[in-house]
């Protein structure tokens, strides 16, 4: 016998038990679609982490202060003139302050006083000067832009009897928007001549904008905005990044670091300093360049450092593996159901040869060779297979195109190749030993059978 006369006589036999058969390939069905649906939550939540650390800037390593150090600086704050060179900082003097493309915020060109601690002398953290020492193209050729950053704590924005709590108040230079991968929607970003000339402007994210102007909040761009009662003008609205977890990435205001330490946080240490390397490549030599200067300037080693460096390339490295290993275990749990679908598929193949032990046995006694069976009962556990992982797959793919809320399940090319792929080896090995049970009858013994 032929394979399409073995197809025919499996295609009867599962249409024989309309129901039976159904059933059966459910158990593949629901594997299968399990497989796609967690493999597709899985490659869904890489996406999201990645994207999410993409969006803090690949290139971009930002640098704060950890506990206090027990070392020196070398030197307090004072003018960036570097900065402003490489980096799209301010590239003239300060107005009203000591020399130099950072302006000297307000004549805070000496250095920082000491402040005794019994018995270390410890100097501020971070400075103005430590961010002007990293635009150096012979100490740090991979570093294209520095940024330094201040935080200002507690700041509510009012705005025609609207009030808002921003989430993060910062004071930068305008390195800052290429360096943090920001763009404006509406308005205008912040230029050197802003920083310069100190002037109170701010650009607004979207939910502090639409908290105090209602609508999409660009209506607000040009108006005067009070913070802490500080009045500064809204010249532009940042382009919205969404939420990263609990944390709403649109709840800040940026304004230029010069304003913000008139009027807000004083002259004390900045609190951040982002650097941008010159690409992803040498994301990891930059830092090397950074933290060699800082120990140089800070007078300590790696076993003491005062300062951390948060890299994105190593942590959406890491981020990476745990999703993958993620991945993995969720597929490795659907895969037993469809190991469990496959076992499923044997005791009803069983069942059906216990069933038609007298059609096997007047099948050999007219001349039906051992193939001829084997070959019949391992196509109707395949087309079992095979339908049931057919509609999974479709199953799986339309499930896993779904989103919710803010998560959107993606679904991997590979795992619906995979969870077909098995669906259809799990025919064929769980169907063998159904299939030579039955081809195994002696014709007589068959024919007796009741």
Same mark, same amino acid.
Not at 90 to 99: C, D, H, L, V
Not at 170 to 186: F, K, R, V
């Given at each position: 016998m032929?394979l399409?006369?073995s197809a025919?006589?499996?295609v009867?036999?599962?249409?024989?038990?309309?129901?039976r058969?159904l059933?059966?390939? +459910? =158990?593949i069905l629901?594997?299968?679609?399990?497989?796609i649906i967690?493999i597709?939550?899985?490659?869904?939540a890489?996406a999201?982490?990645?994207?999410?650390? +993409?969006?803090?800037?690949?290139? *971009?390593l930002?640098?704060?202060?950890?506990?206090?150090g *027990?070392?020196g600086?070398g030197?307090?704050?004072?003018?960036?003139? =570097?900065?402003?060179a490489?980096?799209?900082?301010?590239?003239?003097?300060?107005a009203g302050g000591g020399?130099?493309?950072?302006?000297? %915020?307000?004549?805070a060109g000496?250095?920082?006083?000491a402040v005794s601690?019994?018995?270390l002398i410890?100097?501020?953290q971070?400075t103005?000067?430590d961010a002007?020492a990293?635009?150096?193209?012979?100490?740090?050729?991979?570093?294209s832009s $520095?940024a330094?950053v201040v935080?200002a704590?507690?700041? *509510?924005a009012?705005?025609?009897g609207?009030?808002h709590?921003?989430?993060t108040f910062?004071?930068?230079?305008?390195?800052?928007?290429?360096?943090?991968? #920001?763009?404006?929607?509406?308005?205008?970003?912040?230029?050197? +001549?802003?920083y310069?000339?100190?002037r109170?402007i701010?650009?607004l994210?979207?939910?502090?904008?639409?908290?105090l102007?209602?609508?999409d909040?660009?209506?607000i761009?040009?108006?005067? $905005?009070?913070?802490?009662?500080?009045?500064?003008?809204v010249?532009?609205?940042?382009?919205?990044?969404?939420?990263?977890g609990?944390?709403?990435? !649109? !709840?800040r205001?940026i304004?230029p670091?010069?304003? $913000?330490?008139?009027?807000?946080?004083g002259y004390?240490?900045?609190?951040?300093?982002?650097?941008?390397?010159?690409s992803?490549?040498v994301?990891?030599? %930059?830092? !090397?360049?950074?933290?060699?200067?800082l120990?140089?300037?800070h007078h300590?080693?790696?076993?003491?450092?005062?300062?951390?460096?948060?890299?994105?390339?190593?942590?959406?490295?890491a981020?990476?593996?745990?999703?993958?290993v993620?991945?993995i275990?969720?597929?490795?749990v659907?895969?037993?159901s469809?190991?469990?679908?496959g076992?499923?598929?044997?005791?009803?193949m069983l069942v059906t040869v216990?069933?038609?032990?007298r059609e096997? /046995?007047?099948?050999?006694?007219?001349?039906?060779q051992?193939? #001829?069976?084997v070959?019949?009962?391992?196509?109707?556990a395949?087309?079992?297979?095979?339908? =049931?992982?057919?509609?999974?797959?479709?199953?799986?793919?339309?499930? /896993?195109?779904?989103? @919710? =809320? *803010?998560?959107?399940?993606?679904v991997?090319?590979?795992s619906?190749?995979? %969870?077909?792929?098995?669906?259809v080896?799990?025919g064929l @090995?769980?169907?063998?030993y159904?299939a030579?049970?039955?081809a195994?009858l002696?014709?007589? #013994?068959?024919?007796?059978?009741?």
């Amino acid at each position: 016998m032929n394979l399409r006369e073995s197809a025919r006589f499996a295609v009867r036999g599962v249409l024989a038990n309309k129901l039976r058969s159904l059933l059966t390939m +459910s =158990g593949i069905l629901i594997g299968v679609a399990a497989v796609i649906i967690l493999i597709a939550a899985g490659t869904g939540a890489s996406a999201s982490v990645q994207k999410s650390v +993409s969006g803090l800037g690949s290139n *971009t390593l930002t640098i704060t202060s950890t506990s206090t150090g *027990t070392g020196g600086r070398g030197g307090g704050r004072g003018g960036a003139g =570097g900065l402003g060179a490489l980096g799209g900082a301010a590239r003239a003097g300060g107005a009203g302050g000591g020399g130099g493309g950072f302006g000297g %915020a307000g004549g805070a060109g000496a250095a920082a006083p000491a402040v005794s601690s019994g018995t270390l002398i410890q100097q501020p953290q971070l400075t103005l000067n430590d961010a002007e020492a990293l635009v150096d193209p012979t100490q740090a050729p991979d570093v294209s832009s $520095v940024a330094p950053v201040v935080t200002a704590p507690s700041v *509510t924005a009012t705005y025609e009897g609207a009030t808002h709590t921003v989430g993060t108040f910062s004071g930068t230079t305008p390195s800052y928007l290429a360096n943090d991968n #920001d763009s404006i929607q509406a308005g205008v970003p912040i230029s050197d +001549s802003d920083y310069t000339a100190r002037r109170r402007i701010a650009l607004l994210g979207t939910t502090v904008a639409v908290d105090l102007s209602g609508g999409d909040g660009l209506s607000i761009v040009g108006q005067t $905005v009070q913070f802490n009662g500080i009045n500064y003008q809204v010249v532009g609205i940042l382009t919205a990044k969404g939420s990263s977890g609990p944390q709403d990435q !649109d !709840d800040r205001v940026i304004a230029p670091l010069t304003a $913000v330490q008139d009027t807000l946080t004083g002259y004390g240490n900045i609190s951040s300093i982002s650097v941008k390397a010159a690409s992803a490549d040498v994301v990891t030599a %930059a830092q !090397d360049e950074v933290t060699s200067i800082l120990n140089a300037r800070h007078h300590v080693t790696a076993a003491n450092e005062d300062f951390s460096i948060f890299n994105p390339t190593s942590i959406l490295s890491a981020l990476g593996t745990i999703t993958s290993v993620f991945t993995i275990l969720l597929g490795g749990v659907a895969g037993i159901s469809l190991l469990v679908g496959g076992i499923g598929v044997m005791n009803i193949m069983l069942v059906t040869v216990t069933e038609r032990t007298r059609e096997i /046995g007047i099948r050999k006694a007219i001349g039906a060779q051992k193939a #001829d069976i084997v070959g019949q009962f391992l196509m109707e556990a395949v087309l079992l297979s095979v339908f =049931g992982g057919l509609i999974g797959v479709i199953i799986g793919v339309i499930v /896993g195109q779904l989103r @919710f =809320g *803010t998560f959107q399940l993606v679904v991997a090319p590979y795992s619906v190749v995979l %969870a077909f792929g098995v669906s259809v080896a799990i025919g064929l @090995f769980f169907g063998i030993y159904p299939a030579n049970r039955a081809a195994s009858l002696r014709p007589i #013994d068959a024919l007796r059978y009741e």
